[in-house]
Each structure stands twice: as structure tokens, then as C-alpha cells.
């Protein structure tokens, strides 16, 4: 994985046919996506339940690219090297999920997987501050994590702004996750965004049998959001 800001699409497959996944992916990656995100659920630490490290390794034979592979989980580090040899080349662990988000990601970095820190909407920037040298990736969650289709929370934007000027020269991607349409693409963009995990904007009228409308909502999105990029 070689660092750049430009603008990447990374299509949720929450939103995708879960009897399906590999042609799901193969599908979404033909049709133009960057990296493909993979939503780990626990039902515990979100109020979901989605599927663990063997599916995650099962998928992993369809994906050419980037498996970005975000825990909602609790506790996370007992599952931690099980998530890297699925093949995950990124791993987000929440700030929220337990008291040592320091060895968290100490932990991902020692597979050889790159580290992400991922943000609820209720949690502030601070403690970024002390974990930069530790992260690859911040997400910042637009949603309330748990499901697909919700309503893109407004007030992160702001907090965007205020990392991406925390970040400056580093090379940290930041990632948001929720609610990005080809309306909300832009706010993001500008605020210093560059993975923009899309599940239910993707999808949304295509299917393994019929994907062009994942190509015409993937293009939609990035042309939206490259317009916008500061
Ligand atoms: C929410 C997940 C997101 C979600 C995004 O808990 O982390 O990745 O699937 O879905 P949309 O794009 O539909 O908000
Ligand atoms: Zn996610």
C-alpha cells in the first residue's frame, strides 16, 4: 500500500448480498471501487452481529486489493492476529472498545497490517494527539456504528477540519464511515477526507447480476468528492 490523499471509494459490503460475498466483491472491484471495507460486528459493542475472521479470510480470495477490515468489537486485541492472517491489510479498532487503545495498536502494527483508530461521533480528537505515531488510518464515524443506511451526522465535519490539521504532513489517511452520498461526498472531501466508505450508495440499485450501477455510483461519488478536495 503506497500513501496518497487522493480520493478512494470503499464500498461497504453490509450493504451487499451476505449469501454472495465473493462475487459481490469481484464485482465491486471491477466496477472501479478502491478498497473494499468489511464490517465486524459483535453485537456487544454494536447492537449488530455480522461475521468474524473466517469469513473475512473466505472473502479475502475475491479481493485484488485493499481489505480494509473495521472492528466494532469488544474486546478487540484477543481477535487481533486472527483478523491479520485473514489477509485484513488494514485494521481499525475502535477508541471506544477498551482501555489500551495504545496496545491495540501496537498489536496491529506487529502483524505487519496497518493500523486504524476509529472515532464514534460522540468521541472528540484529543487523544489522536497521543497516538499519532501509532496510526496508518483514522476513521471517523459519521453514523452511529451498528447499520448501514443512516443519516450522515452534520456536526463531524468540524471535528474532520480539526484533524486533518492535527495530521498535517503525516502520512495518515483519513477515512469516514457513514451516510457518504454524492451529497455528502463533498463536505467530506473538503474537510480533508480521502477513503470514503459508501455501503448503501453503492449498492443501491445493482446487483452481482446487474453491476453497472456500482460503476455509475462509485464514479458519482469520487467525481463528487475529487471536485471538493482541498
Ligand atoms: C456502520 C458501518 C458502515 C456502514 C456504512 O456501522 O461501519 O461501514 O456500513 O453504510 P452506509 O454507507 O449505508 O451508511
Ligand atoms: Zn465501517
Redesign the pocket.
Known sequence: MTFTRAIKIAP?I??ADFANFGAECEAIEAQGCDWV?V?VMDGHF?PNITFGPSTCAAIRKHIKGVMDV?L?IAPVDSYIDAFAASGADVITAHLEAGPHIHRTLQAIRATGAKAGLALNPGTGIDAVAHLLDMVDLVCVMT?N??????KFIQSQVDKMRALRAMIGDRPIHIEI????TVETAPLVAAAGADVL?????VFKGGSVANPAPYGANIRAIRAAAEAAQG
Open positions: 461497504s453490509l450493504s471495507h464490517d454494536v473495521h466494532m453514523v456504528p451498528g447499520f448501514g443506511g443512516q464511515d457513514g451516510g457518504v466508505v459508501a455501503g448503501s450508495a
